[in-house]
């Protein structure tokens, strides 16, 4: 049995910020993915995600109000081979370049730190899916990026690797909770129940998010017998 509910750690917060899962289906037939934006601004909250060859990327809903587009605008997914990787930032396209050049998770993130968004630092949190579909299998991993308790000058880099369980997912997010400055997340990835299918996860994170400050959400799927995935987008602006 999982530690935590995640329809609990999502109804109970109003502001996570930005989140992922990563996890194996109750079935243990597939590996699931859910990423999820949430916003306080106009600027944060005037965004799309938009699927695309090989990849998603966050885009303005309306462009003549899109202000500072630094670090709103990013691919939040790219896939390269057998791997899929997610993540809160333009630290996706660092992670796929490393891999690209037959380098590590790890080695892309050692050259990030923590978003420069003073007072809040919001940590960059990652992810990465490795598939071995001659096996049925799959390993993943999570990492954030935080500054050392609010405090600029040092950046602590947290990495975690899981070997998956049937009905068992981790979900990590940027915010402990709504604040001024807002928190940062603390501890591990959270240990959490998985369902069965990409609707069912998607309905479970999409309902439970708070609905002034959801804004998109990102669930992909991958049947872990013949790599063929399942996808749903759901973007508050239409």
């Known amino acids: 049995m999982a530690l935590y509910d995640l329809k609990t750690l999502l109804s109970e917060n109003t502001y996570p910020g930005r989140g992922i899962v990563i996890g194996k289906s109750a079935d243990g037939k597939k590996a699931m993915i859910a990423y999820f934006i949430m916003g306080r601004s106009e600027n944060s909250r005037n965004r799309i995600f938009e699927r695309f060859d090989g990849g998603m ?4 809903f309306d462009e003549s109000k899109l202000s500072d587009p630094s670090l709103i605008i990013y691919n ?4 390269i081979g057998d ?8 630290q996706t396209n660092t992670v796929y370049d490393f891999l690209k050049e037959g380098n590590t998770f790890e080695d892309a993130l050692a050259t990030r730190e923590f978003e420069p ?5 919001t940590p960059r949190i990652s992810g990465a899916v490795y598939y071995g579909f001659a096996k049925n ?13 609010g405090r600029p000058e040092a950046c602590n880099r947290y990495f975690y690797n ?4 049937n009905g068992i997912g981790h979900f990590i997010h940027t915010y402990k909770c709504d604040g001024n400055p807002i928190p940062s997340f603390y501890g591990e990835p959270e240990e959490i129940s998985m369902p069965n299918t990409a609707k069912e996860l998607a309905d479970l ?5 708070n609905d002034d400050n959801k804004v998109s959400l990102f669930v992909r799927t991958v049947d872990l017998s013949n790599g063929n995935a399942d996808e749903i987008i759901i973007n508050k602006n239409k």
């Open 76 to 79: 939040p997914y790219l896939k």
């Open 83 to 90: 791997t899929d990787i997610i993540t809160n930032g333009d």
């Open 117 to 121: 968004d003073a007072p809040n630092f």
């Open 137 to 149: 299998m799959f390993t993943y991993k999570l990492s954030i990026l935080k500054s050392a308790n």
């Open 162 to 165: 899981y070997a998956p369980e």
């Open 205 to 209: 994170v999409w309902d439970n998010l």
């Open 57 to 60: 990327r966050t885009k303005a």
